[in-house]
């Protein structure tokens, strides 16, 4: 398969497809075992809302990617997220609220709630420290003890934009499925490297997205999802910059402001079509200003060269 052909896991479509589909639920267990760790290993599961090629375009809009229980009758909330969202702790917790509180039908008690676990890729560094996968559990704020009387919640990330691991590197199945996840445009089933080809699930994996790339109207839609991401990457840039222009525009008018007086229009008019580069340096030179003489001048040799 040329590579033209290969297929990121990471897309909503894909990702579905790979983990949420009934006929892939084995791929789900063990993505979900590589994050639990050795203290909880699930053995199968019930997809809530599983994958319908049929379907997919009208669930696009629904809020969780894949919504599963095991035979303990434990919840599961799986989620992919490709694109930095600075509020994304807050949505990740509402997920989580979402799926132990739509346990219960109007009128039934408490004791219907089950433990619920919210497991969450992350394509981006989210935490400041190096650490690619954490948990967070209620905890006792003086003691740091947890009480098996609130061990109902569970939130894990990986932030896969950490993990720097090579093949030979790899040690556990989550080291694996990240490698996978984030490298999966090296990989042909037919010549997988040693350390994933030993685990069933991610070669199986690995021949799906093979499937996947060669199904025209599967592919059409991977590659509909994949403009669109490119769009929103665009847009959300496009957004931080006009953020970082603004911020830095309003610097230098409180700079010389404070420093040479009310700005005159001419300069004011000059500093609004201003790129961000050029208003840090003009930040940056500020203090030997002593007329806005000299700021015109500053701003022609600017634009001379």
Known sequence: MS????????TDFVFR??????????????LINS???????????????????????????????????????????????????????????YYLCKVFADQLESGE?????????????LDFRF?????????????????GEASAKLDCIRLYFVEMAKFEKDWPQLRTALDRW??????AGEL???????????????????????????????????????????VDQIQIRSAEERGRQDHASQMIVRLLTRKLGEIPTSISDRLSGLSTVVLDDLIADVLGFTSYADVEAWLDRRRAN
Do not use: C
């Open 17 to 30: 497809k790979l983990f949420g589909s009934d006929e892939n639920k084995d791929l789900l267990i063990s």
């Open 127 to 143: 935490f400041d420290d190096a650490r690619v996968m954490r948990q967070f559990v209620l905890r006792d704020a003086e003691t």
């Open 3 to 10: 590579t033209t052909n290969r297929i990121n896991p990471k």
């Open 109 to 121: 008690d408490y004791s219907k709630l089950n433990t619920t676990i919210g497991i969450h890729f």
């Open 178 to 183: 990240v490698s996978f996840l984030n490298r």
């Open 188 to 230: 042909l089933a037919s010549s997988m490297p040693t350390e994933l080809s030993a685990e069933p699930a991610i070669a199986k994996a690995v021949a799906e997205l093979e499937r996947i790339g060669m199904d025209p109207r599967q592919r059409e839609i991977y590659e509909g999802e994949v403009k669109a991401l490119m």
């Open 35 to 93: 994050v639990v760790g050795p203290e909880l290993q699930i053995t199968d599961v019930t997809i809530k809302n599983p994958f319908n090629l049929a379907d997919y375009p009208r669930q696009k809009q629904s809020i969780l990617d894949i919504k599963a229980v095991d035979e303990n009758g434990d919840w599961y909330d799986v989620e992919m997220q490709i694109i930095a969202h600075t509020l994304y702790g807050k949505r990740a917790v």
